[in-house]
Structures are given as structure tokens and as C-alpha cells.
T-cell receptor
């Protein structure tokens, strides 16, 4: 089955700790995205990548970092600089041609201890 | 004015009701419009995808786009408790799926 997987489902972060969220897709999509979802805030774009070894900041990139070493994988690191990391994190992927749209993974809920 | 506006609700209806969910937008260049359904603690799933103005029907769901009014709607006929979810509208800034802008979502509850 083609799809997007995210792991872990729940993640706990201690103060001052960096944590990495995994996102893998087997849809052969060129583009991948990370969103943050908070209650009442909708989806806010953190980072996106349209091609391997290249990525761009979204609307709320501060305190986050990404890499795109493989087409299938787009891990997100929440660094200690992100002071309010508690949220639901969603990974998505899409093609890059006319008429494409985004498909989402199941999400990772990050909580701060 | 925000690019996309969506009433967060919550919207509560009895089973079997017709539900109307709506979004307005400000950018007349938008051509592609989407509705996603998101169950609690799950990722959004694509429900309807339409291009330009007009209607698109899929089972109990109808998506409607009125570009002249910058208004999109999702109608759910014969609503079921399983339709209880948050519905997100989305629009594509660049027509290639790589620059979506989302509404904040409307929470729907269908009671049996």
C-alpha cells in the first residue's frame, strides 16, 4: 500500500533536548512538507522540500531543522530553541506538477515533560 | 483580510441532516480547491478536490465553488455519526500542490 508513515505516534521531550520526528513516503512524490497543528490555529507550515538536498523555510521555521537526503524521507528535528513545542506534527507529500495536491501522514503528538 | 476564512463551529446536527460547510477566500487567482476530513488525533484525509467553478459530487458529498463570490462549500447529505470530524478547506496558491493554504477547520458533530 502506498502512503506516508510517521513515527513515533507520541513523543516526549525533556527541557533542553532535541528530538527527531520521522516521515517516510512510498508515493514517489518529489515534494514533502512539515506542518504544525495547534487547537484553533489550523495548519502552519514549518518546512518544505521540493527536491532531494533542498528545502525551504515555511511560516514558522524557527526552532526546527530538517534534512532531505533521500526522496522518501524528510525528518524534522525539534530543537531546544523551540520554546513551545507541544503540538500535533503532520507530514505531507505531493507531486509538483499542475493539479497535484498534498496527502498527509497520521501525525506525531509531541509533549513536553 | 485573511486569505482563507472558515467558521470553526462547532456545528451539531442530528443524523440524516444536510450539512453545509463553507469557506471564503480573498485571492481571485486560486483555481484548485480541496476539502480534507480530519478525525480526532489523526492526519487529514483528502475528501474532495475541485478545479475552478462548479460542482463535484462523490456519494453523499458535494463540493461547490463560486469563484465570482470567492466562496466554496461542502455539502453532506444524509449525515451519519461517522461524519463527525473536523473539515478543513484548502486552496492552492501555485496550482501545483506545493503551496496550499488551509482554513482553520470546522468541527462537525452528528448525533444519532
Amino acid at each position: 500500500d502506498g502512503g506516508i508513515t510517521q513515527s513515533p505516534k507520541y513523543l516526549f521531550r525533556k527541557e533542553g533536548q532535541n528530538v527527531t520526528l520521522s516521515c517516510e513516503q512510498n508515493l514517489n512524490h518529489d515534494a514533502m512538507y512539515w506542518y504544525r497543528q495547534d487547537p484553533g490555529q489550523g495548519l502552519r507550515l514549518i518546512y518544505y522540500s521540493q527536491i532531494v538536498n533542498d528545502f525551504q523555510k515555511g511560516d514558522i521555521a524557527e526552532g526546527y531543522s530538517v534534512s532531505r537526503e533521500k526522496k522518501e524521507s524528510f525528518p524534522l528535528t525539534v530543537t531546544s530553541a523551540q520554546k513551545n513545542p507541544t503540538a500535533f506534527y503532520l507530514c505531507a507529500s505531493s507531486g509538483t506538477t499542475l493539479g497535484e495536491t498534498q496527502y498527509f501522514g497520521p501525525g506525531t503528538r509531541l509533549l513536553v515533560l | 483580510q485573511k486569505e482563507v476564512e472558515q467558521d470553526p463551529g462547532p456545528l451539531s446536527v442530528p443524523e440524516g441532516a444536510i450539512v453545509s460547510l463553507n469557506c471564503t477566500y480573498s485571492n481571485s487567482a486560486f483555481q484548485y480547491f480541496m476539502w480534507y476530513r480530519q478525525y480526532s488525533r489523526k492526519g487529514p484525509e483528502l475528501l474532495m478536490y475541485t478545479y475552478s467553478s462548479g460542482n463535484k459530487e462523490d456519494g453523499r458529498f458535494t463540493a461547490q465553488v463560486d469563484k465570482s463570490s470567492k466562496y466554496i462549500s461542502l455539502f453532506i447529505r444524509d449525515s451519519q455519526p461517522s461524519d463527525s470530524a473536523t473539515y478543513l478547506c484548502a486552496m492552492d496558491r501555485n496550482q501545483a500542490g506545493t503551496a496550499l493554504i488551509f482554513g482553520k477547520g470546522t468541527t462537525l458533530s452528528v448525533s444519532s
